[in-house]
DNA sequence: TGCATATATTCCGATATGGGAATACGATGC
DNA sequence: GCATCGTATTCCCATATCGGAATATATGCA
């Protein structure tokens, strides 16, 4: 077996920064191929390859209009990836270590309280 | 150019399902390369294997302990996908289209007591 | 010293990638 | 109908991947 491809899943598919970069312009509402041919400074066929890749996934949706197509982001499908690393923000996040230490003093508290010993 | 190496980044790293599960395992602490090996019921070698991406892009630790090399997450690696995913957050989220209503809701009202048209 | 255990590395092969370049295709305007 | 614009597809190629199997390395124990 080789590595899976891109269109397995959200993870796979943003794993290519560029592909990153056109959900970052897609966040502020639709835009056509072209549109984003300027902003990401990128040849036309490799942008309309990474749209692709996104559109398997289910990442964006396009729309025609006339000979442009007008493609928006779906971040619905982000939500797996968000899920997944969600469940390790307590790992880094200040907010979740403060919440450990009052965690510790509530049980130090009540331990003292309860004259249970160690 | 081809697509890019696992150990380039997290991204990368964790587009790996299997890779996923090691870091899931690990999420209740340190882990012997046979612990992951029965938890996974992969081969060892392919857990060394990704086990060997995981180091190289800091997503685990290891520390040694006779002959057993114990791993240990490393979960703040993972805080710049976090970041770029949570952009996209409010996308879906019931509580950020809850806001959108109350802020729609509070414009209107402050339109009306203006005294202002459309 | 010798053997078993724990882990890492190497070799193999099928598969897909992403960029570049060329080209195909569909809609538009003259 | 024809040139043109906007987009998608195809071909080429160097590069990695992941799993499987075999093997190497190192530690510990008798």
Redesign the pocket.
Known sequence: ???????TDAFNAI??P??REILDALADGER????L?RILG????????????LREVDLVT?R?D??????RLNGHALKPVHDWVSKYEKTWSERFEQLDVVLDELKRQEEGADGHDK
């Open positions: 077996m080789a590595r899976a491809p891109t269109t794993a290519e560029r592909r056509s191929v072209n549109d041919v990128l040849a036309q066929p490799q942008v309309s390859k990474h749209l692709r890749v396009v025609e006339g000979r442009q197509r007008l493609y």
